[in-house]
């Protein structure tokens, strides 16, 4: 499968059906699995022999599907979560803990904002944000000898900012710490973190990858490139042993390519517990099979969306990496080549008042805490998922409080622009 091009791999990559198997990939809807003998048992709860015994920690129908998505970013292994905000926690988590410190672009989600800044703040990780484009010094200058990790988005939601991958992980390595990157809004269609130095990619498969509002979900891909091995003392979890597996060490068990994922999944599933269920994997492979088509008609829609919109005389700017003069437009060619997402930024004249009003007038997008589906949605994000910032910190986020985040779905590009054209001058 390594060998076919992207399109071929998101139909048929993960699962290999033999001789009178289902064609689709089975729904093992079983909360546990039955063994011969306690011995076969212990084994597995020892992690000397693979194999499922309990849904909490894998699951047939789940590994499958990650197994798909780990071909698709080029890693060495993945793991399902329920969320995108639990891949993101875990992908974290797995390294670094209580005393600890994480260098952090600012252009990135609310929800994870609020994860890193206030939740895992109570758990003693402290965050450093810097922004999205940061220079060289400001990046070397947020680096502390406790750091462990340093995190972006590709193209950050809702700002649309994109990453200097290839600057992040060069900073990142310097250090000797990887470098997390948060893939959703690109998916592995159009940009693979991986090749351009990332050490381990995230997505909220709730998005583009579902793509169908249909299931919430989230994936963590390891490049397995990472030497943890060469930072023993900084990544303890990783490189000594687990007393709660009798003494595993996880990059001898199980190497470079396979440590990072057994661990999340021995200790942090296995604590933690939030698992996408089989039910909710199988939908996802089903966006899978067709993501390399929807997202070229994303991308061609937001590309239009935004052309038009850049030449409305109520329009004050517009944001989308994909239009040439856009701030970003460099960073998205050098990146995201084929197109980068079906999400515009917009502000309108008359600030956030105008904003929610032409808002309300859409009405083939619906207003909602939604974006990357097929249906077209859009959202004024100062007052929905970045309500918790104050302004500066919005301001550090780039998310003004007129921006609309404005979700180019499946539907015809004309109609879509015609409804913003009402919406703009009624
Ligand atoms: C939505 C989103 C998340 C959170 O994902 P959930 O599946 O909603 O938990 C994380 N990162 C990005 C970039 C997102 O868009």
Redesign the pocket.
């Known amino acids: 499968m390594a060998d076919f091009n992207i399109g071929t791999q998101c139909v048929q990559g993960g699962y290999t059906p033999g001789n009178g198997e289902p064609r689709q990939i089975p729904i093992v809807q079983s909360t546990t699995f039955k063994y011969a003998s306690s011995a076969d048992m212990g084994k597995l709860f020892d992690l000397e022999a693979s194999g499922y015994f309990y849904t909490r920690l894998q699951n047939p129908t789940n590994d499958y599907v990650a197994a798909k998505i780990a071909a698709l970013e080029g890693g060495s292994a993945a793991m399902l979560t329920s969320?995108?905000?639990a891949a993101?926690f875990y992908s974290i988590f797995n390294i670094a803990s209580n005393g600890d410190h994480v260098v952090s672009s600012a252009s990135i989600?609310g929800?994870?904002y609020n994860l890193f800044a206030v939740t895992m703040k109570r758990m003693g990780i402290s965050f450093t944000f810097v922004p999205a484009d940061a220079s060289d010094e400001e990046l070397e200058a947020a680096f502390r000898p406790n750091t462990k990790a340093v995190f972006g988005?590709t193209i950050a939601?809702p700002a649309l900012t994109v990453l200097d991958i290839e600057r992040f992980a060069a900073a990142a390595h310097r250090h000797g710490v990887p470098l997390i990157v948060?893939n959703?809004?690109a998916t592995p269609v159009n940009c693979r973190p991986i090749e351009w130095g990332a050490d381990i990619v995230t997505h909220?498969t709730?998005?583009y990858m579902d793509g169908h509002g249909a299931a919430?979900?989230?994936c963590i891909v390891d490049s397995g490139k990472f030497d943890w091995t060469k930072y023993p003392y900084r990544f303890p979890g990783l490189c000594t042993p687990d007393e709660s597996y009798h003494g595993v060490t996880y990059t001898e068990r199980f190497g470079l390519e396979g440590a990072f994922i057994t661990k999340a999944t021995a200790q942090l599933m296995r604590d933690f517990g939030s698992i996408q269920s089989p039910q909710n994997a199988f939908y996802l492979n089903l966006g899978l099979e067709s993501l390399h088509v929807r997202m070229r008609r994303h991308c061609e829609n937001g590309l239009a969306v935004a052309k038009f919109l850049q030449s409305h005389e109520n329009v004050t700017w517009v944001q989308y990496c994909g239009l040439p003069g856009d701030k970003y437009y460099e960073l998205g060619q050098k990146y995201l080549p084929n197109g980068s997402c079906g999400v515009v930024s917009f502000g309108v004249k008359g600030g956030r008042e105008a904003a929610e009003r032409v808002m309300g007038k859409l009405k083939i997008a619906a207003i909602e805490t939604h974006?990357a589906d097929a249906r077209t949605c859009c959202l004024h994000p100062a007052s929905a998922t970045h309500r918790q910032m104050n302004d500066a910190e919005l301001a550090a986020a780039g998310v003004g409080a007129d921006l609309i985040r404005y979700s180019c779905g499946l539907e015809d590009a004309e109609d879509l622009i015609a409804d913003l054209k009402q919406a703009l001058e009624d």
Do not use: W
């Open positions: 969320s995108g905000q993101n989600y929800g994870t988005e939601n948060d959703t809004f909220s709730t998005k919430v979900g989230g974006v």
